[in-house]
């Protein structure tokens, strides 16, 4: 009798581990977009940073991410069980995050005169200017990146909690497939991310080693890294905006159904027309609430300078 309740035992763990797998798949599939965002989002984030302080950069960012995702998976199930729309509201602020961010950053790049003076860029000049220990600095670059994995986390857990619970699985089996999808995402993303921001130390090794063809690899590994990064800077922002703005649409109705009718005329290219309608609404929007808070801002500096 034990003997064939152990065995009962073990065949329920096996059916719900091959649910749990074909689930974990299914969700992964939905949520490579925002994967690849996340990739180039956070590679985005620790350029800037001293050669010889990229990898605990990475690794101060990655256990960052590891703590949000221990808060966020338990939260995604807490949350989606008692009251589900809080869950929509949430990922809308995150979005308002994104294409706030966004916005604000190119701004910066093309009208710098709009936006209020910069104190971090400056102290960041000075410290440059002076060589002293930017510690400091680069602990707010942390903060800033694991604020932004912690938006782009919460997206790929909510996609992932909706698959799961539309092939209609048991708590423990979401449970399941959102802690293998939490651990594959930052191991995953977080060690591409420490490979392409060494691609030129390896460039570097190869090119000091014998050998014409592998001082050639070197040599076109450390040329292409700068325009690498450079690419994932502008990838990244872009992708704010692309995530940023896909999560406003979905959760504004009138325009989910504008981007969904206007994309659908474009056929065969409607997933990239839906993609760059997205990307739009995230920047105007993230504008919008720029210039608000560059007012709000200057009213209140207004309101100091009169009360002194």
Same mark, same amino acid.
């Given at each position: ?168 699985? !048991? ?5 399941? *497939?959102?802690?293998? &999808?939490?651990? /594959? @995402? $930052? %191991?995953? =993303? ?82 990239? !027309? ?5 990307? *739009?609404?995230?920047? &105007?929007?993230? /504008? @919008? $609430? %720029?210039? =608000? ?16």
């Amino acid at each position: 009798m034990a003997g064939a309740s152990l065995l009962t035992l073990l065949d329920d763990i096996s059916v719900i581990l091959d649910d749990v797998s074909v689930m974990t798949k299914v969700a992964a599939k939905k949520t490579t977009g925002v994967l690849a965002d996340d990739l180039a989002l956070n590679a985005e984030q620790v350029t800037g940073v001293k050669a010889n302080r990229e990898l605990p950069v990475v690794w101060a960012v990655a256990k960052g991410s590891f703590i949000n995702k221990l808060i966020l998976v338990p939260a995604a199930l807490l949350i989606s069980t008692i009251y589900p729309p809080l869950v929509t509201f949430l990922l809308m602020c995150g979005g308002l995050y994104l294409s706030y961010e966004g916005a604000e950053k190119v701004i910066h790049r093309f009208w710098p005169h709009l936006l209020p003076h910069d104190e971090e860029q400056s102290a960041r000049l000075q410290a440059n200017a002076d060589n002293v220990d930017l510690v400091a600095l680069e602990k707010n670059k942390i903060k800033g990146a694991v604020r932004t994995d912690f938006i782009l986390s919460a997206e790929i857990i909510v996609i992932a909690l909706g698959s799961a619970a539309a092939s209609g699985a !048991t708590l423990l089996e979401k449970s399941l *497939v959102l802690s293998i &999808v939490a651990v /594959a @995402i $930052t %191991v995953g =993303i977080y060690g591409l991310v420490a490979g392409i921001v060494k691609i030129d130390d390896l460039g570097l090794h190869l090119m000091e080693k014998t050998g014409e063809f592998t001082q050639k690899v070197g040599k076109i590994l450390f040329t292409s890294a700068p325009k690498l990064m450079k690419f994932l800077s502008i990838a990244g922002t872009i992708a704010m905006f692309l995530v940023g703005g896909g999560i406003l649409v979905h959760g504004i109705g009138f325009l989910d159904h504008g981007v969904e009718d206007l994309a659908h005329l474009t056929g065969i290219f409607e997933s990239l !027309t839906t993609m760059l309608l997205n990307g *739009v609404v995230g920047f &105007v929007i993230g /504008a @919008i $609430t %720029v210039a =608000i808070f560059t007012i709000l801002g200057k009213m209140r500096g207004n309101d100091e300078s009169a009360a002194h």
